[in-house]
C-alpha cells in the first residue's frame, strides 16, 4: 500500500514536459502580456489616485505629474535599454 506515493510521483515526467511545451509555445506572447499588465496597473493607479486628487482640490497637478512620471519613466526606459 506504500507505493501509492511513489505512483503518484509518476505523472511529474509527464507534467513537467507539458508545462516545457506550454513555455515555449506562450513565450512569443509574454512581452504583450507584460506591457499588458503594466499598462493595467498604471491604470488602477492613476485611477485610484486622480479621484483622490479631486476631493482635495488638486486633479490636475495629480494628472499631470502622473503624465510627467509616466514619460521619465519611458524615457529612462528607452535611454538606458
Avoid at 34 to 58: C, K, R
Wanted: no cysteine; aromatic share 8%; glycine share 12%.
Amino acid at each position: 500500500m506504500s507505493w501509492y506515493g511513489q505512483l503518484s510521483g509518476m505523472v511529474e515526467p509527464l507534467a513537467g514536459l507539458l508545462g516545457a511545451v506550454a513555455v515555449v509555445l506562450a513565450e512569443p506572447l509574454l512581452p504583450y502580456a507584460l506591457a499588458f499588465a503594466a499598462g493595467a496597473m498604471v491604470y488602477v493607479v492613476v485611477d485610484d489616485i486622480i479621484p483622490e486628487a479631486q476631493v482635495s482640490g488638486n486633479g490636475k497637478l495629480a494628472s499631470w505629474t502622473a503624465i510627467l512620471g509616466f514619460i521619465v519613466m519611458m524615457s529612462l526606459d528607452v535611454g538606458l535599454g
